[in-house]
């Protein structure tokens, strides 16, 4: 099963919104509506900041929005600050029953 | 508060099985909802979910690695237990195991995560 598609990087200017796409098939990300999406910093565990695609976990910034549309499911930062600079990954669960990861995305914030 | 942490040996020989325990305390595995999960990262590269077990047992696994690998827990442990059998060098990475919860973060998403443990693979 391959990995789900995300852009190499991105990059925006603190105070703009920039969006990070993570694109699947009609088996996992259109299948359903559980797709995650992590912050990881160099050399720390990675950090949830998006579950089922739009849910927010307690205590992450409402500057982090969660879509989807078909099979393309999409990340939005608003107001960037320089300490969203990260890597980020997506996940989906797939209709074998497992879950998949994208290949991360590298936000640099000019 | 809950914590997590991996433990196991840091460097195996190809062929060699690899087993890692995830030690968690902050919540139980016996409670509806919840599963811990692992994941792994080879250096420099993305991040690879492998397994996941929940509170009921039901259990999903890598398709790529499923005959593999084993999860299994030990409810009054407080463990859950990860086997990777047959390793190879492209094996070599950081292994994570995280929680999940159904009312927190989705059945698919890990909300509280280990610190990682770094296993190498080499003769």
């Known amino acids: 099963q391959s990995a789900l598609t995300q852009p190499a990087s991105v990059s925006g200017s603190p105070g703009q919104s920039i969006t990070i796409s993570c694109t699947g098939t009609?088996?996992?990300?259109?299948?359903?509506?559980?797709v995650s999406w992590y912050q990881q910093h160099p050399g720390k565990a990675p950090k949830l900041m998006i579950y089922?695609?739009?849910h927010r976990p307690s205590g992450i910034s409402n500057r982090f929005s969660g879509s989807k549309s078909g099979n393309t499911a999409s990340l939005t930062i608003s107001g960037l600050q320089a300490e969203d600079e990260s890597d980020y990954y997506c996940?989906?669960?797939?209709?074998?029953?497992?879950?998949?990861f994208g290949g991360g995305t590298k936000l640099t914030v000019l | 508060q809950i914590t997590l942490k991996e433990s196991g040996p840091t460097l195996v020989k190809p062929t060699q099985t690899l087993t890692l325990t995830c030690t968690f305390s902050?919540?139980?595995?016996?409670?509806?909802?919840?599963?811990v999960g692992w994941i792994r990262q080879p250096p420099r590269k993305a991040l690879e979910f492998l397994a996941l077990?929940?509170?009921?047992?039901?259990?999903r696994y890598s398709l790529s690695l499923k005959n593999r690998l084993t999860i299994t827990k030990d409810t009054s442990k407080n463990q859950v237990v990860l086997t990777l059998t047959n390793m190879d060098p492209v094996d070599t990475g950081t292994y994570y195991c995280?929680?999940?919860?159904?009312?927190?973060?989705?059945?698919?998403?890990?909300?509280?995560w280990g610190q990682g443990a770094l296993v190498t693979v080499s003769s």
């Open positions: 995280a929680h999940s919860d159904l009312y927190s973060s989705g059945y698919y998403g890990n909300d509280y």
């Open positions: 902050g919540f139980s595995l016996s409670t509806s909802g919840v599963g």
């Open positions: 077990i929940y509170w009921n047992d039901d259990k």
């Open positions: 009609s088996s996992d990300v259109g299948a359903y509506n559980f």
């Open positions: 089922d695609v739009r």
């Open positions: 996940s989906s669960y797939t209709m074998s029953n497992t879950v998949i």
